[in-house]
Structure formats: C-alpha cells, structure tokens
C-alpha cells in the first residue's frame, strides 16, 4: 500500500510498504529516509499516536494513501536520558507540571521552550 508521510517542515515521504508492516520497522524505514533515530521519532495517524513498536500498521486503521504526521519528539528528560545525565531528574519532574512549547528555529529546525514548573 501507498502512504505519505509528513513532517512538521514540510517534508514529504511517499512510501510503498505492506500494511503488515510493524511500526518499529516503519520508523527504521523512516531513518533512512528522514536521518531521524527511531526513538526521536514521533507518529501520528488521525490524531492517534502510533506508539506500540509491535503493532501493525493495518492494526492502527492505517490504510491506502493515508497521510502520517512524523514529529521530533520533544520531551525535557529526553536530552539528559541521551547523555546519561540527571539520573533521578524523571522522578523530580513528576510533582510538577510544564509547558513545553516548540519553536521553529528555522526550516530545518525545532527548539524547545519550557515554561514552569506550575504547581
């Protein structure tokens, strides 16, 4: 089957794939494609969030030319679990709510801006 996927950019991957296919095989697809790692990756079919690496694609409702968001994923504790830092920074962030906003620094690129924490 035929779908297109998009980013927040603007890119546009048209792939031709098997409705069998896992997601986790989707997203290492989409490496190749998109030069992003699979555990960065972030999609999205018709507001739902593709996030079970085991699950098939036709299991998701996934179907003929249907169109997949593919977002950067953009988490505060991402960046430190990356670099093995702030061991313990999870449970800290958990007493405390934040707003992360992300912020197109130019076409190639996001930021984020946290706000916070609220209590």
């Known amino acids: 089957m035929r779908i297109v996927v998009t980013t927040e950019t603007d890119d546009l991957y048209n792939l031709e794939i098997d409705s ?5 095989d989707l997203k ?22 593709l996030d079970q690496a085991k ?8 179907a003929q030319d249907d169109l997949i968001l593919l977002r950067r994923k953009t988490t505060r504790g991402f960046a430190e679990a990356e670099a093995g830092e702030g061991a313990g920074a999870g449970e800290a962030m958990s007493r405390y709510a934040y ?4 912020i197109r620094v130019n076409a190639q690129s996001f930021t984020t801006f946290f ?5």
């Open 20 to 24: 069998q296919m896992a997601i986790e």
């Open 28 to 49: 290492a697809l989409l490496e190749t494609e998109s030069g992003l790692e699979p555990r960065q990756q972030e999609l999205i079919h018709n507001g739902r969030n």
């Open 55 to 62: 699950k098939l694609l036709e299991e998701y409702g996934v």
């Open 99 to 102: 707003i992360v906003l992300p």
């Open 115 to 119: 706000a916070g924490p609220f209590i």
